[in-house]
């Protein structure tokens, strides 16, 4: 399978008082077409400053972070947005959805960003949402929804574009274990259609759904162990164009 994200010797620095903290102090990360990878690790490790240097969200100290063979940690702020509407979904430990937004609107937004019609970013919205289990939810706002909910259609806003990756920080980290298994469940569908997950969670538990997870220690990748065999599956983009 090819290589859709990749970190090679990624570090980053930050100063904090007049004192430098290291981060990352060099870390190696090759993530496959269709894989499902987890990163654990204490707090403090580095998790999320990997995440955030991998969507583009901050700038590596050395290193490269490179996107379906294209090198993106020297693009401008620009481009990176540019990118990121393209090829990269996110989705966010507290949700991050438009509170002036409906839940419809919120997913569509990303569609309607790389210039699709709004009539076509509506239908694809709305479907999204009735198969992550909210049809009746697409006209209400973030705040009447549930945390479960809320997630929900964080998820569907990252998959809207089918991206290269999606990226999640924590995605089940602020629910109740009903909730987050829902969510784990909806993670599992999008693997098992080929879309490539990467995501930072302390749970035990939800990296055991991954097909790989990775250890970070000290800003360094401390193990990695794989869970599953390679699955067959086909890629989101390919079954899009199918249809």
């Excluded at 290291?22 to 499902?36: M, T």
């Excluded at 990997?50 to 379906?68: C, H, K, M, Q, S």
């Excluded at 990176?80 to 002036?100: C, D, E, S, W």
Aim: glycine share 8%.
């Amino acid at each position: 399978m090819t290589a859709v994200l990749e970190a090679r010797n990624l570090a980053k620095t930050y100063e904090t008082g007049g004192a430098k903290v290291l981060a990352l102090r060099g870390v190696d990360l090759s993530i496959k077409r269709g894989e499902f990878v987890a990163i654990m690790g204490p707090s403090g490790c580095g998790k999320s400053t990997l995440l955030n240097l991998l969507a583009g969200f901050d700038r590596p100290t050395a290193g490269e972070v490179w996107l379906g063979g294209e090198r993106i940690d020297e693009l401008s702020e620009t481009e990176l947005a540019r990118l990121r509407r393209r090829k990269i979904g996110f989705v966010f430990q507290f949700f991050n959805l438009l509170p002036t937004l409906t839940a419809v609107e919120n997913v569509e937004l990303p569609l309607l960003l790389v210039g699709q019609r709004r009539r076509k970013a509506r239908t694809s919205a709305n479907a999204l949402l009735s198969d992550l289990g909210i049809p009746d939810k697409h006209a209400v706002a973030p705040a009447e929804l549930s945390g479960g909910q809320q997630q929900r259609v964080a998820l569907a806003r990252a998959l809207a574009n089918t991206p290269e990756i999606v990226l999640a920080d924590e995605p089940t980290g602020n629910l109740d274990s009903a909730a987050a298994r829902d969510v784990l469940g909806l993670l599992r569908q999008a693997r098992d259609l080929g879309q490539t997950l990467l995501l930072v969670t302390h749970d035990a538990s939800v990296a055991s759904a991954a097909d790989r997870v990775i250890t970070l220690r000290d800003g360094l990748v401390a193990n990695e162990t794989a869970l599953v065999a390679a699955r067959q599956v086909t890629p989101l983009l390919e079954l899009e164009g199918a249809q």
